[in-house]
């Protein structure tokens, strides 16, 4: 065989067994994406999902009821450290019972939700986040934290504006990793 033809089929050979691995990847990503109905939640689903959140942390912290109720669906499940509300009125009494806890002692509270984990697709979504409880008494300048836990929520889509449907904000466990538990919708109701 002539040199030159011998240098040429080498290095084609050499080229394609590079270029195996990514044609291989290739076709089982495309394999997967068909047997999978799902599709991924965009930035932008995602972005949005972080606004509800946001909204409702702001609802929260300045007292707005309607404004709190208006980020669920009509047949949103609230779990609130095990106790299950399943009607918006239960909901708005879960609602107004904490803000009169906080009333009552005086304080003003600051809550944030923190290193989101998204499981789901551009129409529902089970969210994973931090919750961290600030507060701050006026009277004395005491600042501290009042409560550390982690929100569990499904989002949806609904009419093009994610919403909540079920919405949980639980204890601080350090021993399993929330994705790894049944969800609180599924668990039974604590008394």
């Known amino acids: 065989m002539n040199e030159a033809i011998r240098r040429r089929n080498a290095g084609t050979s050499r080229r394609s067994a590079l270029l195996l691995p990514a044609a291989l990847a290739s076709a089982v990503t495309a394999a997967t994406a068909e047997a999978s109905p799902r599709r991924?939640?965009?930035?932008?689903?995602?972005?949005?999902?972080?606004?509800?959140?946001?909204?409702?942390?702001?609802?929260?912290?300045?007292?707005?009821?309607?404004?709190?109720?208006?980020?669920?669906?009509?047949?949103?499940?609230?779990?609130?450290?095990?106790?299950?509300?399943?009607?918006?009125?239960?909901?708005?009494?879960?609602?107004?019972?904490?803000?009169?806890?906080?009333d009552t002692a005086g304080d003003v509270w600051l809550h944030q939700a923190g290193q989101f984990r998204f499981d789901g697709d551009g129409s529902s979504c089970v969210v994973y986040a931090y919750a961290t409880h600030f507060r701050l008494q006026p009277a004395t300048r005491e600042l501290g934290v009042r409560s550390l836990g982690y929100y569990v929520n499904e989002c949806v889509k609904a009419e093009g504006a994610w919403k909540f449907r079920r919405f949980s904000i639980n204890r601080w466990d350090n021993t399993t990793q929330p994705w790894k538990k049944p969800k609180p919708w599924e668990a039974p109701q604590v008394e």
Do not use: H, K, P
Not at 57 to 72: E, P, Q, R, T, Y
């Open 40 to 102: 991924r939640l965009t930035l932008e689903d995602r972005a949005a999902i972080q606004d509800l959140f946001s909204a409702y942390l702001w609802a929260f912290d300045c007292s707005d009821v309607d404004g709190f109720l208006d980020l669920f669906t009509q047949d949103a499940i609230l779990i609130g450290i095990g106790r299950r509300y399943e009607t918006e009125a239960a909901m708005r009494d879960w609602f107004l019972n904490l803000l009169s806890t906080r």
